[in-house]
């Protein structure tokens, strides 16, 4: 299951590949911008103890090469993985299957055009939950997904802006009226994710959650042909 819980200061478990390789960017550019600091703050540490032997020394071309071409590489080093990411984040696949969000006032409405299959999705009420479920987060009707299928989602809005967001997909989808955006993704794991609208779209804007079942692809088939 992959909500966020108290005390959690890193991301959340990722459910799909681009996140997966996001959280891994940002780990790998983490590892450099520390050394970096690490470099500079040792720098002034040294500079706090020298004897200002060198304090006439008005010219290096050496030195100036070096601080001018060390910056440039260090440049390369990341943009390379980042254009790396950028392009995978919008990696068209074959054979997918469809989703369309749509955000209203306040609920999400969902629809697998190629299944004909559409449904609302309202936030429980809190005489409604159960000790399984969570207030102010579980939803009525959930969206139910595949696992390891190439996906293209689509979200729309039939009033005002919303964003249908999803963090452990590292997914934040806005729902603008009269225009769709679309993504496309992979998700790597079966399980339940929350999400909620993060575009702030009214009095109601915080009690229009997401609900999302990750299941394999044949049990996903066999829900869609019984809807
Ligand atoms: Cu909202």
Same mark, same amino acid.
């Given at each position: 299951?992959?909500?966020?819980?108290?005390?959690?200061?890193? *991301?959340?478990?990722?459910? &799909?590949?681009?996140?997966?390789?996001?959280?891994? *960017?940002?780990?790998?550019?983490?590892?450099?911008?520390? &050394?970096?600091?690490?470099?500079?703050?040792?720098?002034?540490?040294?500079?706090? %103890?020298? &004897?200002?032997?060198?304090?006439?020394?008005?010219?290096?071309?050496?030195?100036?090469?070096?601080?001018?071409?060390?910056?440039?590489?260090?440049?390369?080093?990341?943009?390379?993985?980042?254009?790396?990411?950028?392009? %995978?984040?919008?990696?068209?696949?074959?054979?997918?299957?469809?989703?369309?969000?749509?955000?209203?006032?306040?609920?999400?409405?969902?629809?697998?055009?190629?299944? *004909?299959?559409? *449904?609302?999705?309202?936030?429980?009420?809190?005489?409604?939950?159960?000790?399984?479920?969570?207030?102010?987060?579980?939803?009525?009707?959930?969206?139910?997904?595949?696992? %390891?299928?190439?996906?293209?989602?689509?979200?729309?809005?039939?009033?005002?802006?919303?964003?249908?967001?999803?963090?452990?997909?590292? %997914?934040?989808?806005?729902?603008?009226?009269?225009?769709?955006?679309?993504?496309?993704?992979?998700?790597?794991?079966?399980?339940?994710?929350?999400?909620?609208?993060?575009?702030?779209?009214?009095?109601?804007? &915080?009690?229009?959650?997401?609900?999302?079942?990750?299941?394999?692809?044949?049990?996903?088939?066999?829900?869609?042909?019984?809807?």
């Amino acid at each position: 299951m992959k909500m966020s819980n108290w005390y959690q200061y890193y *991301f959340l478990d990722s459910m &799909s590949y681009q996140m997966e390789q996001s959280v891994f *960017f940002y780990d790998s550019v983490m590892i450099l911008i520390f &050394s970096i600091a690490g470099f500079v703050f040792m720098i002034y540490f040294m500079i706090s %103890l020298t &004897s200002f032997s060198s304090s006439m020394l008005i010219e290096d071309s050496m030195l100036e090469s070096l601080w001018t071409c060390f910056p440039m590489i260090l440049m390369v080093v990341l943009v390379t993985p980042s254009l790396r990411l950028l392009y %995978l984040l919008e990696e068209s696949l074959v054979s997918e299957i469809l989703f369309k969000t749509v955000g209203h006032q306040w609920y999400w409405s969902y629809e697998y055009p190629q299944f *004909f299959v559409n *449904f609302d999705s309202y936030m429980l009420n809190s005489l409604d939950i159960n000790e399984f479920s969570y207030r102010l987060l579980d939803v009525d009707n959930r969206v139910v997904l595949p696992s %390891l299928t190439p996906l293209s989602v689509t979200s729309t809005s039939e009033d005002v802006l919303h964003c249908w967001t999803m963090p452990s997909w590292a %997914l934040k989808l806005d729902s603008i009226p009269g225009k769709m955006n679309q993504v496309k993704l992979v998700l790597s794991k079966n399980g339940i994710s929350y999400g909620q609208c993060s575009e702030i779209c009214g009095a109601n804007h &915080s009690f229009m959650p997401i609900v999302v079942e990750v299941i394999s692809f044949s049990m996903f088939m066999s829900w869609v042909s019984n809807f």
